[in-house]
């Protein structure tokens, strides 16, 4: 593993629920956490080859988001079954969905420079408020038809860094040339540290 540009900074001192749906990042997922300095509460990490994504991960956000309110995390995080979409809870327990989380990240990429052609990409399935929360920021948006790979095409094509899904596929181009739920993960800790907001506060 290759941490890059990450740093402790990003997760340290935080309390992190990680539900990994029984899938593919049930031992990796805890474990760049953990790396990164945050205490980690994990479920959905007992792969028995039948029960993955079985009432949890971010098929069934619900489970992550009750764990966070038990035990008063920072914040909850469940991936899919192959870890390629992330959905969240704030520290409330309320869902946040890729919508919100993709038009956080822009308008905090955007803010440093970091949103390439100031456009993020997504699918027709996006709802309506982030285009309005974009077109208020100065952000371009462009429409796919849906589905993660039309995005990524799209995303190649016009050298966009930022797209996805409202239901977590989240693509950041300059770290990954697909969906990745831990990478998501991180980019939304990094800009809470950043800007000293909690999750609920951005999205």
Same mark, same amino acid.
């Given at each position: 593993? +290759?941490?890059?540009?990450?740093?402790?900074?990003?997760?340290?001192?935080?309390? +992190?629920?990680?539900?990994?749906?029984?899938?593919? @990042?049930?031992?990796?997922?805890?474990?760049?956490?953990?790396?990164?300095?945050?205490? #980690?509460?994990?479920? $959905?990490?007992?792969?028995?080859?039948?029960?993955?994504?079985?009432?949890?991960?971010?098929?069934?956000?619900?489970?992550?988001?009750?764990?966070?309110?038990?035990?008063?995390?920072?914040?909850? *995080?469940?991936?899919?079954?192959?870890?390629?979409? #992330?959905?969240?809870?704030?520290? @409330?327990?309320?869902? +946040?969905?890729?919508?919100?989380?993709?038009?956080?990240?822009?308008?905090?990429? !955007?803010?440093?420079?970091?949103?390439?052609?100031?456009? #993020? +990409?997504?699918?027709?399935? /996006?709802?309506?408020?982030?285009?309005?929360?974009?077109?208020?920021?100065? *952000?371009?948006?462009?429409?796919?038809?849906?589905?993660?790979?039309?995005?990524?095409?799209?995303?190649? !094509?016009?050298?966009?860094?930022?797209?996805?899904? !409202?239901?977590?596929?989240?693509?950041?181009?300059?770290?990954?040339? /697909?969906?990745? $739920?831990?990478?998501? @993960?991180?980019?939304?800790?990094?800009?809470?540290?950043?800007?000293?907001? /909690?999750?609920?506060?951005? @999205?």
């Amino acid at each position: 593993i +290759v941490f890059g540009d990450w740093s402790s900074d990003v997760c340290s001192s935080d309390l +992190v629920v990680m539900d990994c749906a029984n899938g593919a @990042a049930y031992d990796m997922g805890p474990w760049i956490f953990r790396e990164l300095g945050a205490t #980690v509460i994990k479920t $959905g990490v007992a792969p028995d080859g039948l029960n993955i994504n079985a009432n949890c991960g971010a098929m069934h956000p619900e489970e992550v988001a009750r764990l966070v309110r038990e035990h008063g995390a920072d914040i909850g *995080i469940a991936l899919d079954g192959d870890a390629d979409r #992330v959905i969240f809870a704030d520290a @409330a327990g309320a869902i +946040v969905d890729g919508d919100r989380v993709l038009a956080a990240c822009a308008i905090a990429f !955007k803010a440093r420079g970091l949103l390439a052609n100031d456009t #993020v +990409v997504v699918t027709s399935m /996006t709802n309506l408020g982030l285009h309005d929360a974009m077109r208020r920021h100065g *952000i371009r948006v462009e429409v796919t038809d849906v589905g993660d790979r039309y995005v990524i095409d799209a995303m190649r !094509k016009g050298g966009h860094s930022l797209g996805g899904e !409202k239901s977590g596929h989240l693509i950041f181009h300059n770290h990954a040339t /697909t969906g990745d $739920g831990i990478i998501g @993960a991180l980019q939304v800790m990094r800009i809470m540290k950043e800007e000293g907001r /909690t999750l609920a506060q951005l @999205a």
